[in-house]
């Protein structure tokens, strides 16, 4: 494969299928990746949403599933694993949530499966479904994703929403002044009023920056490992179009290993998800002000 192919394979497989408004005003697909970045903010990656939304959909119904077959007696395979998966959720807010919220064990179970399947979009080769969305739409170029965690925006908009609740629950705990204080009022604190007043600024610079930086590291940390981990794939797929036998069976030994290694790293990064976000809620819990 010549190193603009490769160059263009590579480009094309990290390209969303964006919809948005095009140059002409009119709205649609963008067929290249400078049309999509000129689409804007208001643009959508039909693909992130669409598998977002799929194996969200699995995750409920799977866990339904599970819910109506329940039985006392000799449980199945889909009961033992929805009942592995939720003592384990279980034990893990109750070793680190030290607060009394009946949203926060659901809450986890969701983020923890929810992050896993999407992650574990990233062990299905390359090519496949890509392909499958060629012959769909008719177009060879078409743009085509498949692993929702590699969209800075989905990781983003996830880490968001458990922003939103940290910060509904600081005020609930605390109350307003309670949530101000704790942004004005440490780590530097004096008895004298003067001096008080005048470590308030430099307080809520701290506090502020280490606020904000809980969603941002949330984000960033799960989209970087899965961005990463796509790439390395595709690198591999690379391989393949050579020419070359060796390098090719190279390829199928490097891809096995790495999706082997990978499983770990899909695991690892929907429990830091679901650990960080239950410590920043019990964090949020804690009225110690």
């Not at 390209?15 to 709205?27: R, S, V």
């Not at 998966?85 to 929810?114: C, Q, Y």
């Amino acid at each position: 494969m010549a190193a603009e192919n490769a160059s263009g394979y590579i480009q094309h497989h990290l390209q969303n299928l964006t919809f948005g408004q095009l140059g002409n005003g009119n709205w649609g697909f963008a067929h290249t990746a400078q049309e999509a970045k000129e689409m804007g903010f208001w643009a959508f990656h039909v693909d992130t949403l669409g598998w977002s939304v799929a194996l969200g959909v699995i995750f409920i119904l799977l866990f339904r599933t599970a819910a109506k077959k329940a039985t006392a007696g000799q449980p199945g395979c889909l009961q033992n694993f929805v009942e592995i998966m939720i003592e384990f959720v279980d034990s893990s807010v109750k070793d680190t949530f030290h607060g009394r919220n009946p949203l926060i064990a659901p809450l986890a179970l969701t983020i923890f499966v929810w992050v896993f399947l999407m992650n574990a979009m990233d062990l299905i080769p390359v090519d496949w479904i890509p392909h499958v969305a060629r012959l769909i739409s008719g177009n060879e170029n078409v743009f085509f994703r498949v692993v929702p965690t590699t969209d800075p925006n989905a990781t983003l908009g996830m880490a968001l929403s458990v922003f939103a609740l940290i910060i509904f629950y600081s005020i609930k705990v605390k109350g307003l002044g309670g949530f101000i204080g704790e942004l004005t009022l440490h780590p530097f604190g004096s008895k004298n009023l003067l001096v008080q007043a005048l470590l308030i600024p430099v307080n809520f610079l701290l506090e502020f920056v280490t606020l904000v930086a809980k969603p941002i590291s949330l984000a960033l940390r799960l989209f970087g490992n899965m961005y990463a981990g796509e790439l390395v794939f595709i690198l591999i797929a690379v391989m393949f179009g050579s020419g070359l036998l060796w390098l090719g069976g190279l390829g199928i030994v490097l891809q096995w290993a790495w999706a082997v290694f990978h499983i770990l790293i899909i695991s690892l990064q929907a429990f830091i998800f679901m650990m960080l976000t239950i410590v920043y809620l019990s964090m949020a819990h804690e009225d110690n002000h």
